[in-house]
């Protein structure tokens, strides 16, 4: 059983851990990479080799922290268990954890944390296409995802600031009274003279290919995401 983490909080798994195009990614789902987390109670997968942070650093209990296997713009996975938010609503779930992400990071700037898109699916809704996002959950469970932009202070003191795109799932579990929150970001560039100097320019095209292939990945650790032990709630 894992203890989930109540907020506020003040543990958590910083965000500073974490070129190939989407059709450089996996082309058979058998060639993916399995991902055991919390001792295999859930499992998912990633589309190319993720390295599990907790064989080199210190991770809490509630968390999963896993980052990409390479040196440039790499990939950040965090899952935490959560304690259930029975106070927020389903469709604004997401939001509300990229708030508290925004605070832990001390972002004080509204620039520094803008949301881009929201998204509800719901497990077992053969209704809609959102549905085969997540295929694996048990029937009617509500999945509430978001995309956004934000500058995160790397060194908690605004001196050295990076510019990511987080991608975020809250799978709401209530009869467990659990939230799983899923969180990918991919830093894209770093800024030294903190959230007042101007981003530096990015090729546009590498730009896009970096942004689609990180959206490939979330989907595909959505896709792929389950619960085997139930047990893990208590």
């Known amino acids: 059983k894992i203890t989930p983490r109540t907020l506020p909080h003040s543990t958590r798994f910083g965000s500073d851990i974490f070129l190939s195009t989407v059709e450089a990614m ?18 998912t997968k990633f589309p190319f080799k993720f390295i599990d942070v907790s064989d080199f650093r210190t991770v809490p209990d509630h968390q999963e922290v896993w980052t990409e296997d390479t040196p440039q713009c ?12 029975k106070d927020i609503k389903d469709e604004n779930s997401a939001q509300f954890f ?41 029937a009617g469970t509500f999945v509430h995802c978001l995309k956004g932009h934000s500058i995160i202070d790397r060194r ?59 959206e490939e990945t979330f989907h595909f650790i959505l896709k792929n995401f389950t619960v085997k032990n139930w047990g893990l709630f208590g």
């Open 26 to 43: 996996i082309s058979e789902e058998n060639s993916a990479h399995d991902a055991p987390f919390f001792g295999g109670a859930i499992t």
């Open 74 to 85: 790499p990939l950040a996975l965090i899952c935490e268990i959560l304690e259930y938010k």
């Open 98 to 138: 990229f708030d508290d992400l925004a605070s832990l990071n001390n972002a004080t700037d509204e620039k520094a944390y803008e949301v881009v898109s929201t998204s509800m699916c719901v497990a077992g809704n053969d209704s809609g296409s959102k549905a085969s996002k997540i295929p694996l959950l048990p």
């Open 156 to 214: 908690k003191d605004s001196t050295v600031n990076a510019h990511c795109i987080t991608w975020l799932a809250n799978v709401r579990l209530p009869q467990v009274e659990t939230d799983i929150l899923i969180t990918l970001t991919l830093p894209l560039e770093t800024l030294s003279e903190g959230l007042n100097s101007e981003t530096p320019k990015m090729n546009p095209s590498a730009f896009k290919s970096l942004e689609s292939r990180g």
